[in-house]
């Protein structure tokens, strides 16, 4: 359904620059931008595309907006502005409400909230609370006695084992794994001996968790995903991890057992989180960190060598493998001073 | 179903060394190899199997075949040649044209192409399109509108949400996401909120996609896999990434958004690039690379710490650590000179 | 249901100290724990956690039960006795012996041993075989002549493909993979050729597979996974690799192909192994470590660069990379002494 600039103006509270009643049909991308579409400018480092752009009109801030000729929608923070508007553009969320697909499985004593929506060949245990308005989709397992908070949406094919609590509004991608068996084990001289792991997973409001993230429940406490935190695709949580309020971690992250990470911490993709460790609030971990000791926070931690020509790379690493042999020459050289 | 070795050599072009009559019942490992089977050689560096091998005959190159004293076939890319061999033993792929499982749930508007089979549970959503010769497995779900080519081949528990378009001939391992959401989220004081992803994903032609990779949807355009490219398990493709033809990316690697990657390349296992950069055509990382800049193509990047014994590990690390004292140390002996 | 101390004690031959009639109802950990529960004391760097518990009843060894005043049940292994005792309260894992769900599709020829459970919506093709008193859980496929060895799990959304033989008692968690296609492709000028995958993966008993894990199946031979091999979730196995016994492999770990890992090692979460190589038995690898050639065994080895504080670990690199004029430097002064 399209939307005039000042309709959007109104409902969103923004400034307006042009036409209020220019038709806004959908939303693009600034470079090269679509004729009829709203875009967006937050980070200067694309300014220079919005001279270029054939968006219709673009959201920006209001200084932005003074250097643009064009129809303007100007918010403090243009992506917050796009987000909100973008979304009612967004029609793939839509379900149909109150409605249990006739291949879906439904244990006993099963509360299904008004509103919600069980889609084809989900299974919903003995037990399990489904709130209002919540979407489970295709072949989802929602397990015994688990409890999902209003407006919930499993998108498909997502595994949410026994007991697990999830708060409102939570989304959770395909593939996506929720408190399966954490990776407990008693060495043994005749081998391994499994460690029950009987707790389980409870997950604030608000969080979103990527596609194939798999989430352990814990050994014998919870694993704890609190309010607001955003995790990526295919990430690893281990057992008993505690994850503070608002935190985002993005793709193909590990976190090992009993590790706590800090409010609102940024951590990059790929890196690996040790065990039993904590990382303090507001700690940003450039992408392939490798975290093997407690970090204070707030503070900027970053890990990894830089890919480099592999000639060169070569001899970087023979040279640090020289570097014993440099000090002891460095150090006979001193001694020849004294 | 067994074939002479000329029937063999006839199908495939290729010369022949012994006896013509020689019946293949199926292929093998050059070491220790099955009697009555066919294996080849391609790398030199396992010549030395050759000649104690158990295989009845042998694909090789005729500078190999003369040197040999067996029956075999001859080919200029004899891992080719025993490809396309191997396919005829190969029976796991044939599946009942036309035939779409009583449990599966098609909705309204779905285009079935001739020969296709719908597997058990699978769930193909209002309005899609599935080509000629397609095979759905198991518990695979097609999202509404969504576009499959001619003899695309999903295995099982695939999810292709909606929207998506994957050219002909693709093969998608189990538990592979194909548009999931991208991570997008707008910070605000309060907290993160969800930015919608409004892009498609759009595969080409002979594409191969491994188990639980995951390929998001683009934010506002879309991400582009293009036609020949191989991916391998367990990899994140972010949003809006854009994958140049015939590009080979092996297991655990993490591509973050908007980074585009040339074409012909090579990404080695778990190597990690960031969001935004330019790889260019034919690039070759090794693996466990980290990429955080745009690299020029072709050429070959290294990047990881190779690991070492614990002890030596720890004296490199402190030894990097004391570099810059070192530094200081001959910046004094060489003031001292002067 | 409730156990006293002294049956606790009788049933796993342990020593006991303090009130034998005492009842225990489950289980917790030792800080701050839980009245009416057992809890354990294993690592001796959790003994100050000891004197303040709420447990009512502790597992411990001898020497630390002297110490303490509470009630205690004495065990070598504190952990295993614990594990085995803390089983009797794991209650999710019970089914419902002999019962194949009205919604499961079952194939020509399969064998269900007796006390089998097959789920909602499991798939179980033709011919394939389940031994006695297997659980496999909703949204399961097992393929075309499998073979599951008695008492094996399949926990839910599981994928067991053609021709893979799993032994007894083996748990595979959430959307595990075994035996998808191995990634083997032909380069020819015209791009990638798929190399058929005629291997199968074969599991021993005890084997514990994680969830998002995946193990694909040998292109000529056999993927094996030897008896006892415990492996986390999000693994990658590619084809034809070889676990040794009693192997443990944590989370966001990949192993190439080819490439042999003895028994009884350790390897660290995200670890890469490259293929073709070979590590010997008891290597214990640090997480991060990246493998690209063979180790022998036993031995301690590790890998990445820890984190640091970004500011550092820019001035780190860049010593790295000034090392090899820092080393011509050095030579100077070493040639002015002459």
Redesign the interface.
Known sequence: MPHTLRELAERFALGLKGDPALTIH????LSPGRPGCL?YLADPKFHKQLAGTAASAVVLTAPAAEAYAGAALIAP?P??A???I??L??A?RDFPADSV?S?A?IGAGVRLGPGSCI???A?IADGAEIGDGCFI???C?VG?RAQLGAGVRL???V?V???VRIGARC?I???A?IG??G????P?PE??????Q?GSVVIGD?V?I???T?I?RG???DTIIE??V?I???V?I?HNVHIG??T?I???V?V?GSTRIGERCLVG????I?GHIEIGDGVI?????????S?PGP?????????????D?????A??????H??S??RA??E??R
Chains 1, 2, 3 share one sequence.
């Open positions: 959908g939303v693009c991308g875009s923070n992506l917050l796009f987000a909100r973008a979304a553009f967004d793939y697909h291949t499985v889609g084809p060949h299974v989709g295709p072949n397992v015994q998108a498909s094919q595994f084992w026994h007991g989304n991608e395909p593939g794994v399966g068996r990776f407990g084990n008693a043994t081998g391994w001996v499994e460690v029950p009987l608000d979103e990527g596609a194939n798999c352990d050994a014998l406490e309010a607001g955003k990526d695709n295919l690893q281990a309020a608002h985002a993005a793709a193909c590990g090992a993709g790929a890196c690996g040790s971990l450039a992408a392939g960190s490798m975290v093997t000791k970090l503070g900027h931690y970053a890990g990894p060598l830089p890919a480099a020509l592999a000639r790379w070569r001899r970087d690493i040279r640090l493998r020289r570097l014993e440099l000090e020459r460095v050289l001193e020849l001073k």
